[in-house]
C-alpha cells in the first residue's frame, strides 16, 4: 500500500501563511492525482485543492482560490499546500489523499475515489 504523511500543520494569526506537505511512498508515474481535504467536526469532507500527476492540472475550491496553491516536487515524491491570508475559518484537519487508479475520479465530489489517505493535520488559525 501507499503511505502518505502529512506535515506543516500547526497554529497562525489570521492573515499568515502555512504550508503542509504531503510524502508519498508510491510510485509518482502510476499515480493519477493528489488532493488535499479538509474536515470540521460535525461536517463533510471538503476537497480544497488537487494536481493531476500526469499534466500538472491543479485545481482549487472557491473558498481558497487566490490564497492556497497546490504543487509538486516529483524528485521528492511530495505534493504542497501553500496557504496564504489565512482565516479562522480555515481551522481543521487537513488531509492528503491519491489515486493511483486511472479509472477513479478526481473529482472533489468524490473523496470516496481516493484510495489512499494520510493521518491528517491540524491547522488553526487565531
Known amino acids: 500500500d501507499v503511505q502518505l504523511v502529512e506535515s506543516g500543520g500547526g497554529l497562525v494569526q489570521a492573515g499568515g501563511s502555512l504550508r503542509l506537505s504531503c510524502q508519498a511512498s508510491?510510485?509518482?508515474?502510476?499515480?493519477?492525482?493528489m488532493g488535499w481535504f479538509r474536515q470540521a467536526p460535525g461536517k463533510e469532507r471538503e476537497g480544497v485543492a488537487r494536481?493531476?500527476?500526469?499534466?500538472?492540472?491543479?485545481y482549487l475550491a472557491d473558498s481558497v482560490k487566490g490564497r492556497f496553491t497546490i504543487s509538486q516536487d516529483n524528485a521528492k515524491n511530495t505534493v504542497y499546500l501553500q496557504m496564504n491570508s489565512l482565516k479562522p475559518e480555515d481551522t481543521t484537519m487537513y488531509y492528503c489523499?491519491?489515486?493511483?487508479?486511472?479509472?477513479?475520479?478526481?473529482?472533489?465530489?468524490?473523496?470516496?475515489?481516493?484510495?489512499?489517505w494520510g493521518q491528517g493535520t491540524q491547522v488553526t488559525v487565531s
Open positions: 489523499a491519491a489515486i493511483y487508479d486511472s479509472r477513479r475520479s478526481c473529482a472533489f465530489s468524490s473523496p470516496f475515489e481516493y484510495q489512499f
Open positions: 508510491g510510485s509518482t508515474y502510476s499515480r493519477k492525482c
Open positions: 494536481l493531476e500527476t500526469g499534466t500538472g492540472t491543479t
